[in-house]
């Protein structure tokens, strides 16, 4: 859909929103943008689990999740991160819906591999037509790294994962996966941009590692679906781009 942009933030960004990222989402919706925010929650659910001396464990960037860390993360997520991102749109008057009630039945789910990750999922389908109508209402649809298999079970999903499923559903005119680095490094340096075909390698080498290889693998199935411009970074206006080559 023309004029989508999916912006992914993560757990420590959504914290506290910069001033020119409010500045940058009131600018695109004034311009006629629909915006989309994912988020994930990956220090909070670690602070939660924390607390509780309950174990955080990731296999190849992605947590481990058992059946009792649901509900956990359900919290880190509902209650502490995409409440707190309302907050802060609401606060700068910029109007948004978290999904609650919905995010079940907008996401549908299933096991990437029981026997290894426990409760993760992998997106099987989203249902657009709930985030349709808030984009049509000039709302920005705030949603959860979660979602719902065919059994009604909840599971976690990597947000990274999630904002390329919505960027691809809606082919958005631009993803950005929003982390806590520049961009992707390479020796330190911000790469201005990775081709497709370099991606396998820079996994293989190292370079490109833990919570980078799902977004990494996320941009580079967004770009290969049509989304011309997949970019990962710090901010709204600068990165890494991932293009198609
Ligand atoms: N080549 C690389 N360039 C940049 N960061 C990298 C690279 N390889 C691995 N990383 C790691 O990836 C991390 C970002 O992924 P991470 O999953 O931790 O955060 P996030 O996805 O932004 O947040 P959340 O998981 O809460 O949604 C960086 O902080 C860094 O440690
Ligand atoms: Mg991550």
Redesign the pocket.
Known sequence: MKDVIVI???????QKLSTSFIEQVKNWVDNGKKIILV???????NQLLLERHLPSRKIK?L?VTNQSDIPIIKKALLDI?GQGLTQQFNQADIDSIQLVSHLGQTVSADYIDKSIYGYVGQVTDIHSSYLEQLLDDHIIPVLA?LGENADGQLLNI???YLAAAVAKKFQAEKLI??????????DKK??PQILTSQVPQ?IQKG??????????ESAVQTVLSGVSQVW?GNSLSAG?LIAEG
């Open positions: 992914k933030i993560g757990g420590v960004a959504a988020h994930g929650g990956g220090v909070v659910i960037g947590r991160v790294s990597n947000a990274d996966l929003m982390t806590d680095t520049q961009g992707v490094l390479e911000v790469l820079k370079i490109i590692k833990d919570g980078m290889i799902p977004k990494i990962i890494t």
